[in-house]
C-alpha cells in the first residue's frame, strides 16, 4: 500500500511517496516543489569560507599567550609592582598578575564550550548567533587594546571575552560542513587544524611589535584585528540569514533522503553477505560503544565518559600550564634571557597542524584506547624532557609538546 507523509516540516512542499510492499526503502521517490539546488554553490562555498577565516583569525586566539606575554613586558605591563628598574624583564609580582590574564581566559574558554553547543543548536537564527559573537569577540579585542596596567586595568576582562569569542567561533563553525556533505571530513579536519594555527596571530603580533613599537602598536593590532572581526562575523550572519531564508536544513534533509535512495538501489545489486563481510560488521560493531544510542544525561552517566573526561582534565591542564608559565621557564629556570627560544617556542605551537594526519590515522588503524595509551607516553616522554636544564634540547621538547 502507497502511503504520502509530509517531509519535515509544514513549511516545505516536499513529499515522500514510498512503496512498502516489500518492506523495502528503495522504491521512493520525491515530488517537491524546492529543489536542492535553491541553494548555490556559491553561498554553500562562501559560508564555509568564512566559517574557516574566523576559526583561523580568532578560535585559539588567546594560545598565543608566550609572544603575547613578551609584547607585554617591553611595554612595562604592571611593572609598577616590581621592585627592579628594568622594564624589560619580568619580576615575580608582575609575572603573576600576567599569568592571571591567561589563567581567566583558558578556563573561561573550555567551561564556556558546553553552554555555547547548546546555544548552537537551540538559538532559533545562526545569523543572531554570529552577530552575538562578533559582540563578544570585537568588545573582547577593543577592551585588551585600550587596556593599561595604571590607568585602564581590563586586560583580563578583554582576554576573558575573547576567549569566550573565540570558543563561539569554534562551535559555531561547524554547522556549515554540513553544506557540502562531500568535503565534511575534509571542513572538519581543517577546522580542527585551523584553530591550532590560530595561535600565530598573536606571534604575528609580536613580531610586527618589535620590528616597528610605534607603528604597530598593541592598540593598533587589536583594534585592527576588532574591525576585521566585524567584517567576517558580518560577512557570517548575513551568510547563514539567507541559507535561513532558503530553509537550509529541509534542503540538507532532501539531500540526504536522495543520498539514501541511491545507496539502496545501489544495495540491490549486491550479493548476499559472505562470511568475510559478516566479520567485518561485527567488527564495526565492536568500534561503536553502547553508550552511542544513550540519551546524553545516560552518556554522562557512564565509566567510558568518566575515562575520557578525567583523561581530558588531566592533560589539558598540564597543556595549559605549561603555555602559561613557559616564558617564566625558560627565564628563570634555563636563562632565556632575550626571549630567543620563547620565540622559537611561538613558532612551533602553531605547527600542530602538521600532526593531524598522524593522529587520524593512529585513530583509524590502532582505534581510540591505544590511542589514549600513546598519548600518556608522549606525555612522560615531553614531562622527562622538560626536565632536561639545555636550552637547545627544549626545542625537541616543543615539538613533542606541540604533537601531544
Given at each position: 500500500?502507497?502511503?504520502?507523509?509530509?517531509?519535515?516540516?509544514?513549511?516545505?512542499?516536499?513529499?515522500?511517496?514510498?512503496?512498502?510492499?516489500?518492506?523495502?526503502?528503495?522504491?521512493?521517490?520525491?515530488?517537491?516543489?524546492r529543489?536542492?539546488?535553491?541553494?548555490?554553490?556559491?553561498?554553500?562555498?562562501?559560508?564555509?569560507?568564512?566559517?574557516?577565516?574566523?576559526?583561523?583569525?580568532?578560535?585559539?586566539?588567546?594560545?598565543?599567550w608566550?609572544?603575547?606575554?613578551?609584547?607585554?613586558?617591553?611595554?612595562?605591563?604592571?611593572?609598577?609592582?616590581?621592585?627592579?628598574?628594568?622594564?624589560?624583564?619580568?619580576?615575580?609580582?608582575?609575572?603573576?598578575?600576567?599569568?592571571?590574564?591567561?589563567?581567566?581566559?583558558q578556563?573561561?574558554m573550555?567551561?564556556?564550550?558546553?553552554?555555547?553547543?547548546?546555544?548552537?543548536?537551540?538559538?532559533?537564527?545562526?545569523?543572531?548567533?554570529?552577530?552575538?559573537?562578533?559582540?563578544?569577540?570585537?568588545?573582547?579585542?577593543?577592551?585588551?587594546?585600550?587596556?593599561?596596567?595604571?590607568?585602564?586595568?581590563?586586560?583580563?576582562?578583554?582576554?576573558?571575552?575573547?576567549?569566550?569569542?573565540?570558543?563561539?567561533?569554534?562551535?559555531?563553525?561547524?554547522?556549515?560542513?554540513?553544506?557540502?556533505?562531500?568535503?565534511?571530513?575534509?571542513?572538519?579536519?581543517?577546522?580542527?587544524?585551523?584553530?591550532?594555527?590560530?595561535?600565530?596571530?598573536?606571534?604575528?603580533?609580536?613580531?610586527?611589535?618589535?620590528?616597528?613599537?610605534?607603528?604597530?602598536?598593541?592598540?593598533?593590532?587589536?583594534?585592527?584585528?576588532?574591525?576585521?572581526?566585524?567584517?567576517?562575523?558580518?560577512?557570517?550572519?548575513?551568510?547563514?540569514?539567507?541559507?535561513?531564508?532558503?530553509?537550509?536544513?529541509?534542503?540538507?534533509?532532501?539531500?540526504?533522503?536522495?543520498?539514501?535512495k541511491?545507496?539502496?538501489?545501489?544495495?540491490?545489486?549486491?550479493?548476499?553477505?559472505?562470511?568475510?563481510?559478516?566479520?567485518?560488521?561485527?567488527?564495526?560493531?565492536?568500534?561503536?560503544?553502547?553508550?552511542?544510542?544513550?540519551?546524553?544525561?545516560?552518556?554522562?552517566?557512564?565509566?567510558?565518559?568518566?575515562?575520557?573526561?578525567?583523561?581530558?582534565?588531566?592533560?589539558?591542564?598540564?597543556?595549559?600550564?605549561?603555555?602559561?608559565?613557559?616564558?617564566?621557564?625558560?627565564y628563570?629556570?634555563?636563562?632565556?634571557?632575550?626571549?630567543?627560544?620563547?620565540?622559537?617556542f611561538?613558532?612551533?605551537?602553531?605547527?600542530?597542524?602538521?600532526?593531524?594526519?598522524?593522529?587520524?590515522?593512529?585513530?583509524?588503524?590502532?582505534g581510540?584506547?591505544?590511542?589514549?595509551?600513546i598519548?600518556?607516553?608522549?606525555?612522560?616522554?615531553?614531562?622527562?624532557?622538560?626536565?632536561?636544564?639545555?636550552?637547545?634540547?627544549?626545542?625537541?621538547?616543543?615539538?613533542?609538546?606541540?604533537?601531544?
Open positions: 500500500m502507497n502511503e504520502t507523509k509530509p517531509l519535515l516540516s509544514d513549511r516545505t512542499a516536499n513529499t515522500i511517496t514510498t512503496n512498502n510492499s516489500n518492506n523495502k526503502m528503495n522504491d521512493f521517490s520525491f515530488t517537491t516543489t529543489s536542492s539546488s535553491t541553494i548555490s554553490s556559491t553561498l554553500r562555498w562562501t559560508t564555509n569560507a568564512m566559517s574557516l577565516v574566523s576559526v583561523l583569525l580568532f578560535s585559539g586566539l588567546i594560545l598565543g608566550a609572544p603575547l606575554e613578551l609584547m607585554l613586558t617591553r611595554e612595562g605591563q604592571y611593572n609598577e609592582y616590581c621592585v627592579s628598574d628594568e622594564e624589560t624583564k619580568l619580576c615575580p609580582e608582575q609575572s603573576i598578575r600576567l599569568q592571571r590574564i591567561f589563567t581567566v581566559a578556563f573561561l573550555n567551561f564556556a564550550s558546553l553552554p555555547i553547543g547548546y546555544l548552537v543548536d537551540y538559538i532559533p537564527s545562526k545569523g543572531l548567533y554570529f552577530a552575538m559573537t562578533a559582540v563578544v569577540q570585537v568588545t573582547g579585542l577593543l577592551i585588551f587594546a585600550a587596556s593599561d596596567s595604571l590607568t585602564f586595568d581590563y586586560f583580563t576582562v578583554g582576554y576573558g571575552l575573547m576567549a569566550v569569542g573565540g570558543s563561539m567561533a569554534l562551535v559555531g563553525s561547524f554547522p556549515a560542513s554540513f553544506l557540502l556533505p562531500e568535503y565534511q571530513l575534509g571542513l572538519l579536519a581543517m577546522i580542527s587544524c585551523l584553530f591550532d594555527a590560530s595561535s600565530a596571530v598573536l606571534f604575528v603580533f609580536h613580531r610586527l611589535n618589535v620590528s616597528n613599537s610605534e607603528l604597530y602598536t598593541r592598540r593598533m593590532l587589536f583594534a585592527s584585528l576588532g574591525c576585521i572581526g566585524i567584517v567576517v562575523y558580518g560577512l557570517l550572519a548575513t551568510c547563514w540569514t539567507l541559507l535561513e531564508l532558503k530553509h537550509w536544513k529541509d534542503v540538507i534533509a532532501i539531500e540526504e533522503l536522495e543520498t539514501e541511491k545507496k539502496n538501489n545501489n544495495n540491490n545489486n549486491t550479493l548476499l553477505p559472505t562470511t568475510e563481510n559478516c566479520d567485518n560488521n561485527n567488527d564495526r560493531q565492536k568500534d561503536h560503544p553502547h553508550i552511542i544510542g544513550l540519551p546524553i544525561w545516560e552518556q554522562l552517566q557512564t565509566s567510558e565518559f568518566m575515562l575520557v573526561a578525567i583523561f581530558s582534565s588531566i592533560h589539558i591542564l598540564r597543556c595549559n600550564y605549561y603555555v602559561m608559565t613557559i616564558d617564566d621557564f625558560l628563570y629556570f634555563l636563562g632565556d634571557s632575550d626571549g630567543y627560544y620563547a620565540d622559537v611561538s613558532y612551533v605551537l602553531p605547527s600542530g597542524i602538521l600532526f593531524f594526519p598522524l593522529i587520524e590515522q593512529t585513530l583509524v588503524r590502532v581510540i584506547t591505544r590511542s589514549l595509551h598519548t600518556n607516553i608522549l606525555g612522560v616522554v615531553f614531562g622527562i624532557l622538560v626536565l632536561i636544564p639545555s636550552l637547545k634540547l627544549q626545542v625537541f621538547t616543543f615539538f613533542v609538546f606541540t604533537g601531544f
